[in-house]
């Protein structure tokens, strides 16, 4: 029988993401320590005035139970944890405070596994630097794609095999909407229809602006050719009430219009988001609704192409369960 080691946790930020990351271990734990030899348990949770502690096998009590946070340093040590996993608003306004308490954790040697993007393209030195003085490390599947595995392919699995462009339409909402563009509904019907089903947020403004698309690519360019996050330009081009046209356009030429990201070696720290016409074969052109995909250009070994993966709260905690597995797991013989 395989041996099964102990992985506490910290979850900062209780939203949908962070309640689907603490149902789903609840659920799966048991399953998951047998297949991945670690057991994944959260000692505490914290929201934005105030945190609880959990012992095993405990469900999250009512937030009239819950304390008033204590310094984060004190509840990593209380709890023994070895991984503090962040799913706090992407906002402004908390990237401070998302990247103080990052480097809190790596710095005492605790890996930080982050849904969180907006401290990733403010801090990613500080955070790179920090990790690897105190040897912890930093997974951000959550942050560029969710459930698509994509931070994974630009940061380890490509190692050595010379990608050299990034392509991709990383946003769901922004494909959903030029299509129902292209079967001729209105900006602000196609809007009101991704919303109904979930796809949109109630403000898609960084969807149609592509300044989401921007962002993940930034991370998969930092991930895969070491760029600074923060030191990339963006020239995006938005989805507006002027797209109906060109998306009506491509239709007509047996074409799909895409926003596209992008960055290439080439081009160094410039990251492009372009509504391209694209045609049957582009891996771009196949998705289809809410779907994305990125595809990494390797001359030499060939383009590979990650696609699927669920845009959705609970596809966000399966990329951070997905992450916290990976920094704890024993790691040898075929692992
Ligand atoms: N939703 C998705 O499909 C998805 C997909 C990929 C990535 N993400 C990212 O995942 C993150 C979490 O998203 P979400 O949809 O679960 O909810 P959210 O609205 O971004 O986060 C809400 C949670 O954060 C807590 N919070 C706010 N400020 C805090 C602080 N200073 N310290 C600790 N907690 C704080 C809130 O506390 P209170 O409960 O006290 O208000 C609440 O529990 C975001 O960064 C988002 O961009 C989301």
Redesign the pocket.
Known sequence: MREVSRADVVL???????QAFVEHLARQGDGLARRHGVRVGVGAV?????QCRLREGEPVPPRSEWSPPAPLEETLDQTAARVFVQ????SPP?RR?AAEEALVALRRGVHVVT???SHLLSHWRDLDEAARAAGSMIRIS??TG?ALPAGDLAGTSLRGLGCTTIRACPNGTATFVLDRLAEGDSLGEAVREARRRGTAEADPSSDLSGEDAATKVRLLSALAWGWDPASVQVRAEPVGEGTSRAALDAVSRARRLRAVASASLDEPHLVRVRLEETEPGDPLYALAGPEKAVVFGCPEAGDVIVSGGR???L??ALALVKDTIEVTAPRTGFL
């Open positions: 900062s930020g209780y939203g949908p993401v962070g914290r929201a934005s005035s105030a799913a706090i608003p992407s908390l405070h849904a969180t993007k959550g942050a969710a845009s959705s709260p596809g966000a």
